[in-house]
């Protein structure tokens, strides 16, 4: 069963182009709302309500594509993808209701089934109870969850709240774009078809936990923007620039070679495209690299902004705990741009 | 002789893939191959210096690309013809390709008839090798007193773990744990029906009884 062939996309390239999202939502504006943290205005990974002193609300949605022809794993997928939002906002989820697009007649009905179960082991994982959903009959397969979470209103990680002096802590190798779209083309070595799902259906909960017991100023979660898309969020609107040290950045295997043949998927072109004028010293990498740093990802790892002191405990904690995180780069001062070095 | 290919209208990465099956498939000097939008001109420029083209030719009118180069034997050889290129020196696979194939199917806790010590051995032994397999089967089905194996053994629900984090299947059937009363202690594996094992029975491209 090629359950890929049941959409035109390769995961997470079915998302709406930044630049597209941005003609759309562009000065769409609704009243204030004082205990709003956080809505669509601003591009956080979640929208944030607060609740009273100690809680706030965090709620997100997120449904693809399938990216793996595996049903039991494209579930896990993305259950952990959408659980993900709430992991980069510093919280904890709380409900998860399922978002389902399905082929009725096209697909066996069990395939759902499958989908499902592979859903709820990363829910059980997250302790994060499902508590409904809704389907459609849909020609294209989609899948995915909108989540809720709870947070302290006074630890919200938003995308861009630099300080100054921060490290920047990467959890997830980078290529699942290009694994993917080479696995679609059945290019895909098995072995870097290992790393990546086993990369997507990692929950970032791990390493949220652990940012969450230090002081992190600004916290993502890497996903279709790719990782200097994301890390241009991240110095949006600061007084501050994101240096990103292109040769510490890790990538799954075998991705410089899918790069090199072509296999590049279309939404890092849209990410090139939009973000490349926020980047300052392109030349500093070749065209093959900035198409692995702009490779869409799926259920990809935290990107945090850590005051710099406490960097290395928590690359260390992190290792201990299993998360193959790595230092990837600093803040410096500038103008919101993100610097390849 | 010159190949021409027509990929408009088609998603990545499917303009890169024909264009190395055309490649690869040798007889031909030249290739021309045809693309309605900017990312899969790129990739296919990408794909073709990839396999040694020096200038491939982009002529482009409006939104549809042609490009066009010269073929020779040594890029018929790097797109995958002859010998495989560098990136797929492994069997292409997908998720479900890999763990494609068989339904491996238990009846019993133990293989054959005979003594039973020796065949409780044997099926330890037998789910061992399988959890050592790189390439192991797709489904285990557990049935009667296989059920067992799941539920009530230790070590071979030891076993049967570390096959299910390879992504395999298993699949115990409820009506069967249930008369043995054994369903609190299932410890591998998902509570099953008959309606999932014989879709998994039909859907298999072999089912091998082993025990």
Redesign the interface.
């Known amino acids: 069963?090629?359950?890929?062939s049941f959409s035109?996309?390769?995961g997470c390239?079915a998302k709406l182009g930044p630049g597209l999202l941005d003609e759309a939502l562009c000065g769409l504006s609704q009243r204030e709302y004082p205990d709003l943290i956080a809505d669509f205005r601003r591009s956080e990974d979640a929208g944030v309500l607060r609740l009273n002193d100690e809680q706030a609300l965090i709620h997100t949605i997120d449904f693809f594509p399938p990216i793996?022809?595996?049903p039991?794993?494209y579930g896990r997928i993305a259950a952990a993808n959408a659980l993900s939002d709430v992991y980069a906002m510093g919280g904890k989820p709380c409900t998860a209701v399922a978002v389902v697009g399905f082929p009725v007649g096209a697909l066996?009905i069990?395939v759902l089934?499958r989908m499902m179960?592979g859903g709820l082991a990363a829910l059980e994982e997250a302790d994060c109870p499902l508590v409904g959903g809704h389907s459609i009959d849909d020609k294209e397969l989609k899948f995915g969850y909108a989540v809720t979470g709870i947070v302290h209103p006074g630890r919200v990680w938003l995308n861009n709240a630099l300080a100054g002096g921060e490290s920047i802590i990467l959890t997830k190798p980078i290529g699942t774009g290009l694994v993917t779209?080479?696995?679609?083309?059945?290019?895909?070595?098995?072995?870097a078809?290992?790393a990546a799902?086993a990369g997507m259906g990692t929950l970032n909960r791990k390493a949220s936990e652990i940012l969450q017991r230090h002081e992190v100023h600004a916290c993502t979660d890497v996903t279709g923007f790719g990782l200097l898309g994301h890390a241009c969020e991240m110095a949006a609107d600061t007084k501050f620039n994101v240096r990103i040290l292109t040769d510490a950045v890790p990538f799954l295997p075998?991705v410089r070679?899918?790069?090199?043949?072509?296999?590049?998927?279309?939404g890092?072109?849209?990410n090139k495209s939009f973000r490349m004028r926020f980047i300052v010293n392109t030349k500093h990498c070749g065209d093959d690299d900035l198409n692995l740093l702009f490779d869409p990802q799926t259920s990809g790892g935290l990107l945090a902004a850590v005051a710099a002191k406490q960097a290395d405990a928590v690359i260390a904690e992190m290792h201990e705990a299993g998360v193959p995180a790595a230092l990837v780069g600093a803040t410096v001062d500038g103008a919101g741009m993100v610097e390849l070095a | 002789m010159k190949k021409s290919i027509d990929a408009k209208g088609l998603?990545?990465?499917?303009p890169?893939?024909l264009s190395?099956k055309t490649m690869a498939a040798g007889d031909l000097s030249e290739i021309e191959i045809t693309v309605d939008?900017?990312?899969?001109r790129?990739?296919?420029?990408?794909?073709?210096k990839?396999t040694g083209a020096t200038d491939p030719r982009v002529v482009s009118a409006g939104s549809v690309h042609t490009i066009t180069t010269g073929v020779t034997a040594a890029m018929v050889a790097k797109a995958g013809g002859g010998e495989p290129?560098?990136?797929?020196?492994?069997?292409?696979?997908?998720?479900?390709?890999?763990?494609s194939g068989k339904t491996l199917f238990f009846s019993a806790d133990q293989i054959g008839r005979g003594d039973e010590t020796l065949g409780k051995l044997l099926v330890k032994g037998l789910l061992y090798t399988v959890s050592e397999l790189s390439r192991p089967p797709k489904t285990l089905v557990f049935m009667n007193a296989g059920v067992r194996l799941a539920a009530e053994r230790v070590e071979t629900i030891e076993l049967l773990k570390t096959i299910e984090a390879k992504?395999v299947?298993i699949l115990v059937c409820g009506t069967c744990l249930d008369y043995y009363h054994l369903k609190e202690s299932l410890g591998a594996g998902?509570v099953s029906n008959l309606y999932?094992i014989t879709?998994r029975f039909l859907s298999s491209a072999d089912v091998v009884t082993v025990a």
Do not use: K, W
């Open positions: 069963m090629n359950l890929t035109r996309f390769a390239g793996v022809d595996d039991l794993l066996d069990a089934r179960e779209t080479a696995a679609r083309g059945g290019l895909a070595s098995a072995e078809l290992a799902c075998a070679d899918y790069a090199a043949m072509g296999l590049v998927p279309e890092t072109y849209r | 998603a990545c990465p499917q890169v893939i190395r939008n900017d990312a899969a790129e990739n296919v420029v990408r794909f073709l990839f290129a560098p990136a797929c020196e492994e069997e292409p696979q997908t998720a479900t390709q890999q763990l992504g299947e998902h999932e879709e």
